[in-house]
């Protein structure tokens, strides 16, 4: 029926589109109508338009037909559906009527539109009242199998009912299934930029944001099935090179031929700014260091090298440790595609030369872009351009991401407005966007630092994170019942669960406070009280001792039954998950999916209060009986946390 209604709906839009292009393509009409130029050419240009939806719809159509278990359907999509197809039918001579859909709070959903549809009409000259738009509407509502009934109160809302056999089915189809992502309209091609700390130097607090961010962005778009390039634009070009390897070839003089045991890169990075800084014939010797690896001289790319390699493997500590996947592509990779971007500027006439530096002015940005500088050498804007250029025509990229924190939003504006300009891509096609953020900040409401005033390293804080876990679990004599084996992997899931979650669950845009005390605790919206609702839900039917063949029984015979308000409840809540994950899509903002965890964990909290699953016998504490239609809904909730657990980044564990 879902598929037969959808169908309904895209050939009605369809016959509309039809109808409009069959007008537009009557000259004769037109020009009785006194049309002509440039009005004739406007329509024509609207004409391309609508061939295009049309195009568009049809393929829709299409791919609801060959609809499958593959995808999750959701709800809140198909109510709109339902509704743009009896607004357009009720009210044909409103444009852009807004169907305006949410979760409703006396119905399980309700329509807001009629008051907007009803200013609409005013400004046609048509007089009706919210409650008679709001009946058209109802009344324009296709017989469908999910509604139970329809009702239109107050200033013209339309609340709408679900059927439970319905919501029972699509919950059963979870437990055959398993949970599938919604269908999207189209698979990109994403490259995904983020993390990006700067070789010879430690992974600060000031790279937790972007890491975390950026993985699990990376996790829900794979998870829908886009096709996602990770990378890692690593800071390992540079002046900062030379005093490096000056340094290098003076404390160990044969790197050449012997790997130097260089442990701890920071301080050997101090170590030579200190001599760049005193000693001006080091600073000379470092000067001419940078222009040998521009020249890309053997001993020095070498030396080079060696550097990189220490860096890398100290962020795969970090990267290991918070389970970030990353292909590193730092600025060396674009030091060639650098002139060949800034040729192309030049060819297209798009720079000046203006006190010694090229330039290229870009219509609508209060600065230029500086692609050389006045001693020849290329800048992060230089770099930017080449990078996106790279990821458009190379990679085929049709959604770039950009996980930077907020300050960088000025300087992404100006890259991407020059980009367009010089050709690179088409707002209209391609999805370039700032996954902006704001600052880690202390418990003083400060930047977030050590007591000392210096920045928190990344491995640092994983550290403490670490042994607070440890001893919360320790407090709660988890050590006593879980083997070494169980308490290692729970504190390793609490530790690095928390601090991901601390991150992802507040609004990305704004500065949040990192406190170990508040992500730890195991009430309320964290990864700690998570974590223990799904281990405990978890243990529910390994309590009962029934197994997935059971379950799967169960489903086919007579699956999940939704008699309790709280059972209808946490039902309608499980299906939520797929209309989270596309407003996740569409915004990136993922704190929506962790309230929604906790919205769902919380209705399960008062479902398990109100029905009893398992049935023990007061003196012995022998199962004396096992409500099969509870277990099933107490799997179907745990599997949907699970695979928001996934899409965040957090590793649940059996046993806490």
Sequence with gaps: MNCELHKEIREAEIAALEAEISQLQDPQRLLANGIVSPQLEALRVENAKLKFQVSHLERNIEKEQRRSPDHMVSINQIVTDVFAL????????????????????????????????????????????????????????????????????????????????????????????????????AKKRVVIDFSS???????????????????????????????????????????????????????FPDYVTKSPPIEDLQAFYKESKIRFDEDETFKKRAYNAVVQLQKYDPDHMKAWNLICDVSRKEFKKVYDRLGITIVDRGESFYQELMKDVVRDLDDKGFTTVEDGRKIMFVEGQKVPL???????????????????????????????????????????????????????????????????????????????????????????????????????????????????????????????????????????????????????????NTAAYLLYAYTRIRSIARTAKVSPEQIQAGVNNGGVQLDHEKEWNLAKTILRFSEVILKCLDDLLLHSLCDYLYELCTAFTEFYDKCYCVEKDRNTGEIVKVNMSRILLCEATASVINSGFHILGITPVSRM
């Excluded at 607004?87 to 309700?110: N, S, T, W």
């Excluded at 008679?132 to 017989?143: G, M, R, S």
């Excluded at 607090?205 to 634009?233: A, K, M, Q, Y």
């Design 86 to 185: 009896a607004i357009r039918q009720a009210f044909p001579e409103v444009e852009d009527a807004a169907i305006l859909i949410q979760k409703g709070k006396f119905a399980d959903y309700q329509c807001n539109s009629a008051m907007n549809i009803c200013q609409k009409l005013k400004a046609l000259g048509i007089k009706s009242t919210p409650q008679e738009v709001a009946n058209k509407i109802k009344d324009q509502l296709p017989n469908v199998d999910f509604f139970e009934k329809l009702e239109v109160a107050g200033p013209g809302f339309i609340n709408v009912y679900l059927r439970k056999d319905y919501v029972a089915e699509q919950v059963n189809s979870i437990l055959r299934n398993g949970v599938k992502p919604p269908r999207i309209l």
């Design 197 to 251: 700390p700067n070789i010879a130097k430690q992974m600060h607090v000031g790279h937790l944001r972007s890491t975390i961010i950026g993985e699990s962005v990376s996790r829900l778009l794979e998870w829908v099935g886009h096709d996602v390039l990770r990378l890692n634009h690593l800071g390992d070009w540079g002046t900062q090179f030379g005093m490096l390897i000056a340094h290098l070839q003076d404390k």
């Design 370 to 524: 500086t692609l050389v500088k006045s001693d020849g050498g290329y800048t992060y804007d230089t770099s930017d351009m080449a990078a996106i250029k790279q990821r458009l025509e190379v990679e085929k990229g049709t959604w770039l991401i950009y996980v930077v924190d907020a300050g960088q939003g000025p300087h992404l504006e100006l890259i991407y407005a020059a980009a367009q300009k010089a050709g690179y891509y088409s707002p209209k096609l391609i999805r370039v966007e700032h996954v902006a953020f704001g600052v880690v900040l202390g418990e003083d409401k400060k930047k977030f630092k050590t007591r000392s005033g210096d920045t928190v390293r990344l491995i640092d804080l994983l550290e403490e994170g670490l042994a607070r876990a440890g001893q919360k679990l320790k407090e709660k004599e988890r050590d006593k019942e879980l083997t070494p084996e169980e308490l290692k992997a729970a504190q390793e899931a609490v530790a690095y669960g928390c601090i991901k979650y601390a991150d992802l669950s507040h609004n990305r845009i704004h500065d949040y406070v990192f406190s170990f005390d508040k992500m730890l605790d195991d009430r309320g």
